[in-house]
């Protein structure tokens, strides 16, 4: 793939999912744009930079360009041959359960065995297919609850948007966030995989049901998904000729994450918009804590759940190869950002 011409001293490109992000923080508050604008640079967003940019978002073919976003697209990229970086990875668990008909009996993992469940079709490549890919691992882990797997259920087709777009504030109407609502509605499926504020929703509305609730299960790695972690990567170019621009976006981005684990109304406010749904749908998704866990890291445990989910891409079908995972992480920026700011910290004694 050819990437698409930019000047990295020119912009600094920043794109990111309607999901709860330090940097999408960052950007709300301003603080993005003044770390660009003292560097010498523009800040450009995706998001509001129309439809010739757009699909950058999911291969990274943009040499300014640094995402925060669902792991789907960053691992499909990587494996394409998207010259990233991998810089950060947050955990914010979305509230991804099971949902079946509301006079369904099904109430429990093992119950699921036999059932017909909505698995999204692919999309116009693998990067786009996310919504099949946490369908399919979303229902993997829910089964595996009850020592089934996905050869224990009958996967059932639904329709999904084949090229989907990032969008701004500024777009109207609201971010698909589940698939097969109408045919679980329809009694053509027995369950579908939701997550997010929008698709708590949706399951209030319809008087859905929630067969499997993933999040209250105690291990991370039956949470891991398109979301869970989440990953934060860099064109490598932008890495190499400009790490300031890579260091003080992610030192605004911690001091985002700090800020937010004190002001939790500003941030649920800052998400409706963002997911284009209500306050309560925020609150159901994401509950009275989240605020305070928007640091990004890059732990070994991040890392090695990264890798849970990467493995499970790879083994049905959504990257073109498998790659090495520790050598596509970049430490130095993070380090040096959290370095930065603590000095900032500090009160001189």
Not at 179 to 208: C, F, M, N, S, T
């Amino acid at each position: 793939m050819t990437a698409v011409s930019n000047t990295v001293l020119d912009t600094l490109w920043y794109t990111r999912c309607p999901v709860p992000t330090a940097s999408g923080l960052a950007h709300s508050l301003g603080w993005l744009g003044e770390t660009a604008s003292e560097a010498g640079v523009g800040l450009g967003v995706l998001q509001d930079a129309g439809p010739e940019l757009a699909p950058r978002h999911f291969d990274h073919q943009l040499l300014g360009l640094i995402r925060e976003g669902g792991n789907v697209p960053a691992l499909a990229a990587r494996a394409e041959g998207s010259p990233t970086r991998l810089i950060g990875l947050t955990w914010i668990d979305e509230a991804q359960a099971i949902l079946v008909a509301p006079d369904s009996p099904v109430s429990e993992p093992g119950a699921l065995a036999g059932l017909r469940i909505a698995v999204p079709a692919w999309a116009e490549d693998r990067a786009r297919s996310f919504p099949r890919a946490m369908a399919l691992h979303g229902f993997a882990s829910a089964l595996a609850l009850g020592r089934l797997t996905l050869a224990d259920v009958r996967p059932v087709e639904v329709a999904v948007e084949r090229n989907p777009q990032v969008r701004g504030e500024a777009a109207t109407g609201r971010r698909v966030a589940t698939w097969g609502v109408d045919a679980l509605l329809a009694g053509d499926v027995d369950a579908i995989y939701v997550k997010g504020a929008r698709a708590q929703e949706v399951a209030r509305e319809h008087g859905l049901r929630v067969a499997v609730d993933l999040d209250a299960t105690g291990s991370k790695r039956s949470r891991v998904n398109n979301g869970t972690p989440r990953p934060i990567t860099v064109h490598a170019d932008l890495l190499e000729s400009r790490p300031d621009l890579v260091v003080g976006f992610l030192t605004q981005t911690l001091r985002a994450a700090d800020w937010a684990a004190g002001n939790l109304e500003e941030v649920r406010g800052v998400l409706a918009r963002e997911t284009f749904s209500g306050a309560e749908g925020v609150e159901a998704a994401y509950g009275n804590t989240f605020h305070r866990g928007l640091h990004p890291t890059l732990s070994d445990e991040r890392i090695e759940l990264l890798d849970v989910q990467k493995q499970f891409l790879y083994t049905h079908g959504f990257l073109a190869t498998d790659f090495d995972l520790a050598s596509w992480v970049a430490r130095e920026p993070l380090q040096q950002a959290s370095a930065q700011l603590a000095a900032e910290r500090k009160v001189p004694s």
